[in-house]
């Protein structure tokens, strides 16, 4: 991977991805009023949040979303709609830790689970009663499940981090 895009989330460039989230929850909140479903988080938004509260590097080539100091690839998935998500992951998607990123527009907050699960264990995981998301990558389809429910409730695990996006401050870490 070429360090060149390699990028420190430092405090400038967090307080600037903050104010492009409240542009996109303005612009979010304008589109539901028309719509029923609203617009994706943009990755350009949730992914340096990610570093920022992690302390990783974004990676804006290819190769994984981010990357740790001792040089692990991090997938990061993220939904703004608090209480329920859908992933997908592609046939050939590969990573050392998946960071889910859950987003309470309610409350400007960022709740970041480290969840600890690379992609040979996310594989294992069901999609169906009758296939794993590995079965079905193998089979060239790009399956989608419910963190949330899937690894998140499943594992019973706590966010890693708070983060409070209008003070663009980390207010808890495990």
């Given at each position: 991977m070429n360090d060149e895009y390699l990028i420190r989330i430092d405090k400038p460039r967090i307080e600037q991805t903050c104010d492009a989230y409240f542009k996109w929850k303005d612009l979010n909140t304008y589109v539901k009023s028309?719509?029923?479903?609203?617009?994706?988080?943009?990755?350009?938004?949730?992914?340096?949040?990610?570093?920022y509260c992690l302390d990783l590097l974004w990676n804006k080539s290819t190769g994984g979303d981010a990357q740790s100091a001792d040089?692990?690839?991090?997938?990061?998935?993220?939904?703004?709609?608090?209480?329920?998500?859908?992933s997908s992951f592609g046939p050939k998607c590969d990573f050392d830790d998946l960071v889910f990123l859950r987003f309470d527009l309610?409350?400007?907050m960022l709740y970041v689970y480290d969840t600890g699960v690379n992609s040979d264990e996310l594989k294992?995981?069901?999609v169906s009663r009758t296939a794993t998301l590995g079965e079905y990558q193998n089979a060239g389809k790009r399956p989608h499940i419910?963190?949330?429910?899937?690894?998140?409730?499943?594992r019973n695990l706590k966010p890693t981090v708070v983060f409070d996006i209008r003070r663009a401050k980390i207010v808890e870490k495990q």
């Open positions: 028309l719509v029923t479903r609203g617009i994706n988080i943009p990755d350009a938004i949730s992914e340096p949040m990610g570093c040089g692990r690839k991090i997938e990061f998935k993220a939904t703004s709609n608090y209480g329920y998500d859908l309610d409350f400007n294992q995981l069901p419910s963190i949330i429910q899937t690894i998140i409730e499943a």
